[in-house]
């Protein structure tokens, strides 16, 4: 006798159908994209991660037929394709909103209220880690550093950044996009939908009036850092050089920390924590490394 399974959804023994080709139009019009992308590179399969933003831009993640797609044009199994497209994240694994609100959660935005703005968003759209509301505006996502660290706490839409945001000036963020409404980056170009931001990153050009002009930039504390960093200083901040308040989306907050209690940085160092620090190679008292050669 013949015991059947009591989950019928298990398939035991049976291969995977072929993906299904694009439609004609479709697949003619990704070709012509594609071979302009291979033709930058020396071997064809070093175009597969432009590839796969391009397939992605057509239907807001890389589907089996894009991945067959691109394992025909470069010559690859579709086990190679889908290796590499599984391992990197910013390629969706299923379908998602036309807003991708990434949350940066790592340890300076996380401290400065990246986790509380992550759980508010997950609270107030009803959705969680990955997920999808119900309209298909939006997918929320918990995402590591941005390089943006001296504007935390950070939240991207379809990597363009909002800096200094705060609980409520997110919300009213992931609201305006579900409305519709214009929504303006902090820096950086126009906003523009997923799959738009996909195609872009596969090497095409943002063809908006406006958007290649419009651009992003370093944070004041990284560029005093890199003014240091070429032993250039950094001008205007002295003894009686105040450090200007912090501001939010919601307004200006607290004075940060300056090592010293009126806000202004002592005679003889900008700020504590550009003042140097004791390391192995200065402290003789405590030399870091073998004090003897080996075998003594």
Known sequence: MNATPANHDVQLGMPALPAPDYPADVRARLAADAKEVIARYPD????LLPLLHLVQAEEGHVTRTGIRFCAELLDLTTAEVTAVSTFYSMYRRKAGGD????????TLCAVMGGDAI????KEHLGVGNGETTE???????????NAACDFAPV??????????????SAR???????AGRTVEPTRGAPLCTFKE?????AGFPDERPGAVEATGGAGPASLIGLRLARGEGAPGRGADHVIA??????????EPPSGHPSGQAPPGHPSSHDAPHETSASDKQHPAGPSAEEGE
């Open 135 to 145: 309209d298909g505006t939006v997918t929320l996502e918990h995402i590591e550093c």
């Open 155 to 168: 939240v991207m839409v379809n990597w363009e950044f909002f800096d200094n945001q705060t609980p409520r």
């Open 118 to 121: 992550f759980e508010e968003l």
């Open 197 to 201: 931001t996909a195609r872009m990153l």
């Open 172 to 178: 009213q963020l992931v609201d305006d996009l579900r």
């Open 245 to 254: 308040p912090r501001t939010t989306a919601d307004g200006p907050t607290e």
């Open 44 to 47: 064809s399969r070093s175009a």
């Open 99 to 106: 807003y991708q609100v990434g949350v940066c959660t790592n």
